[in-house]
């Protein structure tokens, strides 16, 4: 809930400490033999992010951390809240041992940006105005729980907050009724139909290029679809190049 300075990397000495004591309870309850399966060990290798800022990893700060796997090489490390790291740390991260990359709110603030960048399509093609950043505003003012213990600040600030923050708090409420119905809505005033690319690249435009090539059809699924695979797609390049997963 916080913003992160000098973000401490898991010490060498801990993680041994963790790999002994798990060991160790393992065979006191007779079965260490499936201690012997166990393949990760979860860790901070330096990487975070806060509301507004993100941690980017730095690998001569994690060399040490990196080297307790060659003492331990049952294992590999999962790093965690790798959202929104760029391609190159990923792909560090992987090659430095840390194979597991956990993401989550990366993937669900991806899609907000493209349903939020289709409201402002549909503004400009029926003139009605953007709507589903006021609709989703009412669903989170109306029940305030999930996202009222993570943001702090004046009224503007939290507004802003509840919608464009990289904890994005936001994805606990797209499920809801309203959420789903006014998401419909929209869908429903773009009616499927083939999107202007000039309005692809005022509003989706890391999307543009590829619709122009011809491998997103300019239609509003394929356009959501193709925004949550963008991420996924620099951890499947990452995992690719050693192993990872």
Request: proline share 6%; glycine share 6%; aromatic share 8%.
């Amino acid at each position: 809930t916080a913003e992160h300075h000098g973000l401490q990397v898991t010490k060498p000495a801990d993680v041994l400490n963790t790999i002994e004591i798990h060991r160790r309870a393992f065979d006191s309850h007779d079965v260490g033999a499936a201690f012997d399966r166990v393949i990760a060990v979860v860790v901070q290798p330096g990487v975070e992010f806060g509301n507004d800022s993100i941690d980017v990893y730095d690998p001569p700060a994690a060399r040490d951390l990196s080297a307790v796997l060659d003492q331990a090489p049952q294992f590999v490390f999962e790093a965690h809240s790798t959202d929104y790291q760029p391609q190159r740390a990923l792909s560090a991260l992987v090659r430095d041992g840390f194979a597991i990359l956990k993401v989550g709110p990366h993937l669900t603030f991806a899609l907000r940006e493209a349903l939020y960048g289709l409201d402002m399509i549909a503004a400009e093609l029926d003139g009605a105005g953007p709507l589903l950043r006021e609709s989703m505003e009412a669903v989170m003012l109306k029940d305030d729980k999930y996202w009222k213990p993570y943001y702090q600040g004046a009224a503007d600030e939290l507004r802003r907050q509840r919608h464009f923050s990289y904890s994005d708090r936001i994805r606990y409420y797209w499920t809801t009724p309203e959420a789903r119905a006014a998401v419909d809505r929209l869908l429903q005033r773009l009616d499927n139909r083939p999107l202007p690319a000039t309005l692809i690249g005022q509003y989706l435009g890391g999307l543009a290029e590829a619709v122009t090539d011809g491998a997103i059809e300019p239609r509003p699924g394929a356009l959501l679809l193709a925004a949550v695979r963008s991420v996924l797609a620099n951890y499947a390049v990452a995992c690719r190049a050693k192993g990872g997963s």
